[in-house]
C-alpha cells in the first residue's frame, strides 16, 4: 500500500510538469459575414487570387509567381511580405484552399539565450479556407484558418508569440478582411 501511495504522489507531482512541457497546440480562427450580393459576384472577387489587394486593406500589392504563388506586400512599416500557395480552387463549391509557406522577419531578438525572430504574422503552419455560399437572399462568406503560434519551443514563450497572439492576429487579418469586402461588395 505504501508503494502505491508513494507512485500516486509522484505522478501527482510529474504530471503537471509534463502537462506545461510541451510546444504550441494547434489553434483554429472562423470568421463569417453576410454579404447582400449574389454568391457568384461575390466568388468572382474572393477567388482571384492575384486580386487580395483590391479588397483586403492590409495587403498594398499582390506578386504572383506563377500560377498558384502569391506575395504579398502589406502596408505596415518596413512593407513586410507573406508568401502564400493556392492549394485548391473549386469554382462549383466556391471554395479556395491556401497555406502560408515564407514570410518576412520584421524582427530579431535574444529570448533564453538565443535569436529569436518575429514573423509578419505570429503564426506557423497556416493554412486557410475561404467559402462562399447562398444565404438570406445574398451570401455567406466564411474564413477559417488552422495554424500554430510562430513560436515552437517550449514555454516560456515571448511577448507577442503566444497562442493568444496568434489568434488575435488572424482574427484580425479575417475580420478586417472580411468587413472591407462587405463594404466594397455593397456600395
Given at each position: 500500500?505504501?508503494?502505491?501511495?508513494?507512485?500516486?504522489?509522484?505522478?501527482?507531482?510529474?504530471?503537471?510538469?509534463?502537462?506545461?512541457?510541451?510546444?504550441?497546440?494547434?489553434?483554429?480562427?472562423?470568421?463569417?459575414?453576410?454579404?447582400?450580393?449574389?454568391?457568384?459576384?461575390?466568388?468572382?472577387?474572393?477567388?482571384?487570387?492575384?486580386?487580395?489587394?483590391?479588397?483586403?486593406?492590409?495587403?498594398?500589392?499582390?506578386?504572383?509567381?506563377?500560377?498558384?504563388?502569391?506575395?504579398?506586400?502589406?502596408?505596415?512599416?518596413?512593407?513586410?511580405?507573406?508568401?502564400e500557395d493556392l492549394e485548391k480552387?473549386d469554382n462549383e463549391t466556391m471554395?479556395?484552399?491556401?497555406?502560408?509557406?515564407?514570410?518576412?522577419?520584421?524582427?530579431?531578438?535574444?529570448?533564453n539565450s538565443k535569436d529569436t525572430?518575429?514573423?509578419?504574422?505570429?503564426?506557423?503552419?497556416?493554412?486557410?479556407?475561404?467559402?462562399?455560399?447562398?444565404?438570406?437572399?445574398?451570401?455567406?462568406?466564411?474564413?477559417?484558418?488552422?495554424?500554430?503560434?510562430?513560436?515552437?519551443?517550449?514555454?516560456?514563450?515571448?511577448?507577442?508569440?503566444?497562442?493568444?497572439?496568434?489568434?488575435?492576429?488572424?482574427?484580425?487579418?479575417?475580420?478586417?478582411?472580411?468587413?472591407?469586402?462587405?463594404?466594397?461588395?455593397?456600395?
Amino acid at each position: 500500500m505504501k508503494k502505491l501511495l508513494q507512485f500516486f504522489a509522484l505522478a501527482f507531482m510529474v504530471i503537471p510538469m509534463l502537462a506545461s512541457a510541451h510546444g504550441p497546440t494547434r489553434q483554429q480562427v472562423k470568421e463569417s459575414i453576410i454579404i447582400n450580393a449574389a454568391p457568384e459576384k461575390v466568388w468572382e472577387v474572393v477567388s482571384d487570387f492575384a486580386g487580395l489587394h483590391n479588397w483586403h486593406p492590409a495587403v498594398a500589392s499582390t506578386e504572383m509567381q506563377g500560377d498558384k504563388t502569391r506575395i504579398l506586400t502589406l502596408k505596415a512599416d518596413g512593407n513586410p511580405t507573406i508568401t502564400e500557395d493556392l492549394e485548391k480552387l473549386d469554382n462549383e463549391t466556391m471554395t479556395m484552399i491556401y497555406k502560408i509557406t515564407d514570410m518576412s522577419v520584421v524582427k530579431t531578438i535574444t529570448f533564453n539565450s538565443k535569436d529569436t525572430p518575429y514573423y509578419t504574422l505570429p503564426v506557423n503552419n497556416y493554412k486557410a479556407w475561404l467559402t462562399v455560399k447562398a444565404k438570406d437572399g445574398g451570401s455567406e462568406v466564411t474564413w477559417k484558418a488552422k495554424f500554430y503560434r510562430s513560436f515552437l519551443d517550449n514555454p516560456p514563450v515571448p511577448e507577442g508569440q503566444a497562442d493568444a497572439d496568434a489568434v488575435a492576429a488572424i482574427e484580425g487579418v479575417a475580420t478586417a478582411g472580411l468587413n472591407n469586402l462587405k463594404a466594397i461588395l455593397e456600395k
